[in-house]
T-cell receptor, first 115, second 114 residues
């Protein structure tokens, strides 16, 4: 079955440590996204990538970094510079066809707790 | 800039009662409109979408939403809810131009009780 996997589902880290969240898709999608979800704030875009080896900052990129070395993978690193990293992180992907609309598919999410 | 407003953070309702979750948007250009559902500790699933055509769109599980351009609204309704509809619902928009960035509302938690 095609889909998006995120691992692990729950992640605990000590304050000051960098941590990398995994996102893998086998949908052959070109574009991938990272969102952060906090209670009462909806989803906010952290980074996105429309093609391999290219990515752009979203609305809240400070304290985060990404790479896109493979089409299938878009890992997110939460660095020690992120002031409030505890949140639920969602990865998404979509085709980038000539169609005016391409549906975004979401992974199951990773809940990061920084102690 | 576009934004999405979901005024109700939480909507409690009894099983088999009707429900409406409100969504208003602001945008200077035409938009695509979406409702997503999120069950506890899971990702988002697309519930329904409005791209063009008929202003009333329906999902397979009985939800419907109506695009009202004059009121810039896209409210979600269901005539009779089930316990299993308990979840968080997000309204979202995409500008009909350029990079397709989803802008989400803050979400509405629907709590269905027996």
């Amino acid at each position: 079955d095609g889909g998006i996997t995120q691992s692990p589902k729950y992640l605990f880290r000590k304050e000051g440590q960098n941590v990398t969240l995994s996102c893998e898709q086998n949908l052959n999608h070109d574009a991938m996204y990272w969102y952060r979800q906090d209670p009462g704030q909806g989803l906010r875009l952290i980074y996105y990538s429309q093609i391999v080896n290219d990515f752009q900052k979203g609305d809240i990129a400070e304290g985060y970094s990404v790479s896109r070395e493979k089409k299938e993978s878009f890992p997110l690193t939460v660095t020690s510079a992120q002031k409030n990293p505890t949140a639920f992180y969602l990865c998404a992907s979509t085709r980038t066809s000539a169609s005016s609309y391409n549906e975004q598919f979401f992974g199951p999410g990773t809940r990061l707790t920084v102690l | 800039a576009q934004s999405v407003t979901q005024l109700d953070s939480q909507v409690p309702v009894f099983e088999e009662a009707p429900v409406e979750l409100r969504c208003n948007y602001s945008s200077s250009v035409s938009v695509y409109l979406f409702w997503y559902v999120q069950y506890p500790n899971q990702g988002l699933q697309l519930l329904l979408k409005y791209l063009s055509g008929s202003t009333l769109v329906e999902s397979i599980n009985g939800f419907e939403a109506e695009f009202n351009k004059s009121q810039t609204s896209f409210h979600l309704r269901k005539p009779s809810v089930h316990i299993s509809d308990t979840a968080e619902y997000f309204c979202a928009v995409i500008m009909n131009t350029g990079f397709q960035k989803l802008v989400f509302g803050t979400g509405t938690r629907l709590l269905v009780s027996p």
